[in-house]
């Protein structure tokens, strides 16, 4: 009897313990839908998991989000579909949580070339894997690099070298460097997000003709149109939009979205897309600040009375940044010792920093900023020019040399062929933003921070600081409970369903 009541003693323990291991093995599964790819792994050897990762959260900000406390009830994946993209902006952070979180696809494989641009001419040198709100400080092997990869072919000014049009050449080259990774060749899509043209166009010309040609997914992550350097550059990648999705709709080989009211109109206007065809994704709302803002006690939440002032671009020394322009000469000397420049506060920040105090200050240069979306998602209380007042700015600039809102087009736009402004229904062309005050309130008027609730406005530096002084911390913590409570049951649930939309319109 007790031979055989040992074995069976042991075989119950046997099976409890597997039982618990493809328990762990399903949650694993079901966790890592994101994997990065880095140059010189010929397995994928940068995948992480969250269990490995997330600790890190400090000195790591590219991660996948908390599963347990993110991820919806069901058997996902929406869509039973692999996506290849390549790692060039820190959009590639929020795009992995939305996609994690929500297990939309089967698996987003993105390919990471590294902070050593061993690509430069082709890829950004500007790693997502560093962004936490600044750029790091970096090594001397590290500076090297970015150095070289000034003279490189394609390279452009400042610390990101971003893709531009291909030659003929370097198309071959840059397409056989991806088919040699076996997580390109064993995904049906491509994500085109920053920049979207020249590589998606890249892939339309080398995948054309073939039967297992990837699907595309386009996802500007700035204005369609960015980083092509020859006017006839843009036309080409507007008329290729016009057929994919004007001429070719119903064939489902590609999907166009948006990151912002501004680009769902803005690129209606230019190539004749449909605006109610064409989805909002808000790219930027970011889950995992969110969830780590929840962490930080209501008692310490908007506790302190400085205000901190965005943006903190580090690539833009002080003496040419606009923002900072703008800070030092218009707002500081009216608004006084109440508003301080985030980087005289903390050199390096974190959402648990910020959240911290009352408000921020804002004066926006683009349509849509990610650092932005991803404080409001914090639930920060956000002051930003009145649309009046920013088109003051805009139009008034006392010095060329400090624009605002100068991240807004490129000045490369081009009409797709059989397409006019006219025929677009918008009143201005985007062009005359910086010249017509009409043409720039009907567009500006579609950026983020006006299309969105509980945003705080300001007519002038002494306006801001009248508001400043009066808003209470009472006032800022419950301006940040409703933001919270928007963000987690409207922002992000319309991120979602954006990503959803965008999905179904790829064919089988």
Known sequence: MEPSTLSRSTWITVGVFLTVALVLLGILHEAVIFERVVVGSDTGGGRETVASTFSSVKGYRQLPVEVRTL???GNGPFRKIKVFTVAAHNMVDQI??????????EKTYFYDFGPYCEFAQFISCWSPFHNDGLDPPRSPKEKAALDAAEKLPGARGGKKHH?????AEEKVKYYEILKGRPEFRSSEAFLCIFPPGPLCRLMLDMEGGLRTRKKLIILPGWRFDQNFKQPNDSCNWSNDLHRLFVERKGDGLAALGAISLFDVHHMHHFIGVPVIEI???DTCVNPTWLARSNRVPDGDRASKDLVLYFPARKNYPDRFDPNNYIYKRILKPAVGDILMKVRKVYPRFEVEDL???KAVVWVPYAPTICALVEQYSAGITIFVPSLTYLVQLVLNATDKKFPTMYDTITGRECYAEGWTAKESGDPYPPGD???DEGAA?????FSFFYTRPFFRYF??????KVKLQTFTLSEAKENSRRIRHYASHSLIPSAVDGWKTLLERLGP
């Open 355 to 357: 959240v911290r105090h």
């Open 71 to 73: 991820s919806p009830p």
């Open 441 to 445: 309130r009907y567009w500006l008027n």
């Open 163 to 167: 893709v531009t049009e291909f030659t």
């Open 279 to 281: 989805p909002l994704i």
């Open 96 to 105: 992995a949580q939305i996609l994690s979180a929500h297990k939309l696809i």
């Open 459 to 464: 007519d002038s530096p002494e306006d801001l």
């Open 433 to 435: 933003m910086f010249g």
